[in-house]
């Protein structure tokens, strides 16, 4: 099998689609160059070609930045509400304005497929949206004690400076589901996205610039040494609050180095999603279900779908449909029209699926469909699925991010509840069934932070985004999301 190639015009389209972002460090209201003066590649992951250089910062470019969002943190946190939301809500018109060139810039430099870039710009651009309305929301409260002597008067404040370091899986909407509440509760921020995928984040800096952000308040460093950059801002003293989206190694790094300064932290981790297919379910929408929480990003997503359970008297009928669906699909550069699963984001990451699908096979596993790497350039995995999937399979306790879906076959509810919280993570978890009581009962008996219920998907600005146990703390998204950017202060006064 050969993957879908790219063209030249799709290689030059996607140059054209990165000329013209800045690729400099965005430091106190300015681009500049890095201290040291160097750069670093960024690749394309379907052509394997360089599409762009970007600024390789170092711990003086850290320091300078988080100087720079501390001196302007009293400023903004006193700007008008308004003035903020507004500044959000531009942004939102700009971003969905440029919806096609930023899916292009996305599809470049991460590989997924054009409609899904622009799905993910729209998701992105609606939490400015959904922010925007937040700003101007911050509540308080009013009491009187109980002994009805004082008087208290509850207010919220910004937390103060904050480090946002987000991963490459979503470039674009890990970044604005962050910078979103962040401008809205009034902190200032440095900001590390991955260096396999800044481009997406360096063009969203030049729409907050266009949409009125003032100087300082956003202050963004590329750097191919990521511990080198925030290792000073988290010892600076001058952040109060970590945000950080990633694995769950580097998550742990960071709280031991956020509790040395007490810093409020948000943790997004990984996860290795549990989804429950009964026999009671309707089997077609089981497996458009299934097909959307695993292949959403070929299957690179904190909340894929990592470990199918599917009950035995229905296990072979939903093998067989699942292998048919992910086998019709069109695996080849993301910007050509129609492509339908793009590369994986680098050679590591082929490299480890290859891995986990021999280990599972080894171990006894059925490959149904692909189970394979197209021949050519580009870091392509088939679609897989795989049968008879032991319990001891590495795949069973790592995140696949790859396009493998591993189907193991269950008895009884008890049983498959207990293998579903086998893992130490609790992310995301799915349960297909039409039986109204046992919905509820799975639901409430996953161990997990969110449930789709007869659906393959759970992502929403509107809703509270996060896991429990390994993946993390704190959640993003919904109403609470603002929350975890505001420190609450209160008065208490006599009754006159
Ligand atoms: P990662 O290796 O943990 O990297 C995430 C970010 O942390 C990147 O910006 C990375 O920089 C930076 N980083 C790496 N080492 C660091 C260090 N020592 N100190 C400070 N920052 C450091 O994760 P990834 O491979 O990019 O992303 C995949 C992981 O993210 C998966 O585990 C996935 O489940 C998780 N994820 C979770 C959510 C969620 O909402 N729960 C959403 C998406 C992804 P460089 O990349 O530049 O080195």
């Given at each position: 099998?050969?993957?879908?190639?790219?063209?030249s015009?799709?290689?030059?389209?996607?140059?054209?689609?990165?000329?013209?972002?800045?690729?400099?460090?965005?430091?106190?209201?300015?681009?500049?160059?890095?201290?040291?003066?160097?750069?670093?590649?960024?690749?394309?992951?379907?052509?394997?070609?360089?599409?762009?250089?970007?600024?390789?910062?170092?711990?003086?470019?850290?320091?300078?930045?988080?100087?720079?969002?501390?001196?302007?943190?009293?400023?903004w946190?006193?700007?008008?509400?308004?003035?903020?939301?507004?500044?959000?809500?531009?942004?939102?018109?700009?971003?969905?304005?440029?919806?096609e060139?930023?899916?292009?810039?996305?599809?470049?430099?991460?590989?997924?497929?054009?409609?899904e870039?622009?799905?993910?710009?729209?998701?992105?651009?609606?939490?400015?949206?959904?922010?925007?309305?937040e700003?101007?929301?911050?509540?308080?409260?009013?009491?009187?004690?109980?002994?009805?002597?004082?008087?208290?008067?509850?207010?919220?404040e910004?937390?103060?400076?904050?480090?946002?370091?987000?991963?490459?899986?979503?470039?674009?909407?890990?970044?604005?589901?962050?910078?979103g509440?962040?401008?809205?509760?009034?902190?200032?921020?440095?900001?590390?996205?991955?260096?396999?995928?800044?481009?997406?984040?360096?063009?969203?800096?030049?729409?907050?610039?266009?949409?009125?952000?003032?100087?300082?308040?956003?202050?963004?460093?590329t750097?191919?040494?990521?511990?080198?950059?925030?290792?000073p801002?988290?010892?600076?003293?001058?952040?109060?609050?970590?945000?950080?989206?990633?694995s769950?190694?580097?998550?742990?790094?960071?709280?031991?180095?956020?509790?040395?300064?007490?810093?409020?932290?948000?943790?997004?981790?990984?996860?290795?999603?549990?989804?429950?297919?009964?026999?009671?379910?309707?089997?077609?929408?089981?497996?458009?279900?299934?097909?959307?929480?695993?292949?959403?990003?070929?299957?690179?997503?904190?909340?894929?779908?990592?470990?199918?359970?599917?009950?035995?008297s229905?296990?072979d009928?939903?093998?067989?449909?699942?292998?048919?669906?992910?086998?019709?699909?069109?695996?080849?550069?993301?910007?050509?029209?129609?492509?339908?699963?793009?590369?994986l984001?680098?050679?590591?990451?082929?490299?480890?699926?290859?891995?986990?699908?021999?280990?599972?096979?080894?171990?006894?596993?059925?490959?149904?469909t692909?189970?394979?790497?197209?021949?050519?350039?580009?870091?392509?995995y088939?679609?897989?699925v795989?049968?008879n999937?032991?319990?001891?399979?590495?795949?069973?306790?790592?995140?696949i991010?790859?396009?493998?879906?591993?189907?193991?076959?269950?008895?009884?509810?008890?049983?498959?509840?207990?293998?579903?919280?086998?893992?130490?993570?609790?992310?995301?978890?799915?349960?297909?069934?039409?039986?109204?009581?046992?919905?509820?009962?799975?639901?409430?008996?996953?161990?997990?932070?969110?449930?789709?219920?007869?659906?393959?998907?759970?992502?929403?600005?509107a809703?509270?985004?996060?896991?429990?146990?390994a993946?993390?703390?704190?959640?993003?998204?919904?109403?609470?999301?603002?929350?975890?950017?505001?420190?609450?202060?209160?008065?208490?006064?006599?009754?006159?």
């Amino acid at each position: 099998m050969t993957a879908q190639t790219s063209t030249s015009r799709t290689a030059s389209s996607a140059r054209a689609a990165v000329e013209g972002i800045s690729t400099g460090l965005y430091i106190d209201g300015a681009w500049v160059e890095s201290a040291s003066g160097e750069r670093f590649d960024v690749v394309n992951p379907a052509t394997e070609e360089v599409i762009a250089t970007v600024a390789n910062g170092n711990a003086e470019d850290a320091q300078r930045a988080i100087e720079a969002a501390g001196a302007a943190q009293k400023d903004w946190a006193r700007t008008a509400p308004r003035e903020r939301s507004e500044i959000l809500r531009r942004a939102y018109d700009l971003i969905m304005a440029r919806q096609e060139e930023l899916a292009l810039v996305m599809t470049s430099e991460m590989g997924k497929p054009l409609a899904e870039a622009r799905g993910e710009v729209a998701y992105a651009a609606e939490f400015f949206r959904w922010f925007s309305e937040e700003a101007v929301r911050i509540g308080g409260d009013q009491t009187i004690t109980g002994d009805g002597k004082n008087r208290i008067m509850v207010t919220k404040e910004p937390v103060g400076p904050c480090v946002l370091i987000t991963p490459w899986n979503f470039p674009l909407a890990m970044g604005t589901r962050k910078i979103g509440p962040a401008i809205a509760a009034g902190c200032t921020m440095v900001f590390k996205p991955a260096n396999l995928t800044p481009l997406s984040s360096l063009a969203l800096v030049d729409i907050l610039i266009e949409a009125g952000l003032p100087a300082g308040v956003l202050n963004v460093v590329t750097t191919k040494s990521a511990s080198s950059v925030v290792t000073p801002w988290m010892e600076s003293g001058i952040a109060r609050k970590v945000s950080f989206t990633g694995s769950t190694g580097v998550g742990v790094r960071l709280l031991e180095q956020a509790a040395q300064h007490v810093m409020r932290s948000s943790m997004e981790l990984g996860g290795n999603a549990p989804l429950i297919v009964f026999e009671d379910a309707d089997l077609d929408r089981a497996v458009e279900g299934a097909f959307a929480a695993k292949m959403r990003n070929m299957g690179e997503a904190c909340t894929a779908a990592n470990r199918i359970f599917v009950q035995a008297s229905v296990a072979d009928a939903f093998a067989e449909k699942l292998a048919a669906r992910l086998g019709a699909l069109r695996v080849g550069d993301g910007a050509v029209e129609g492509t339908d699963v793009g590369p994986l984001v680098e050679e590591k990451a082929l490299v480890k699926v290859g891995e986990l699908v021999d280990d599972a096979v080894a171990q006894g596993a059925r490959v149904v469909t692909g189970g394979s790497r197209p021949e050519g350039k580009g870091y392509f995995y088939s679609p897989t699925v795989l049968t008879n999937v032991s319990p001891t399979a590495q795949l069973m306790t790592e995140e696949i991010f790859g396009p493998v879906a591993p189907l193991i076959p269950f008895d009884t509810e008890d049983e498959v509840v207990a293998m579903a919280n086998d893992t130490p993570w609790g992310l995301a978890g799915y349960l297909f069934t039409q039986d109204l009581d046992r919905a509820f009962r799975v639901g409430d008996a996953l161990e997990v932070g969110m449930v789709g219920l007869n659906t393959g998907i759970v992502s929403n600005p509107a809703a509270p985004f996060g896991g429990i146990k390994a993946s993390g703390l704190g959640r993003e998204g919904g109403r609470v999301g603002i929350e975890e950017f505001l420190e609450t202060k209160y008065m208490a006064m006599p009754r006159a």
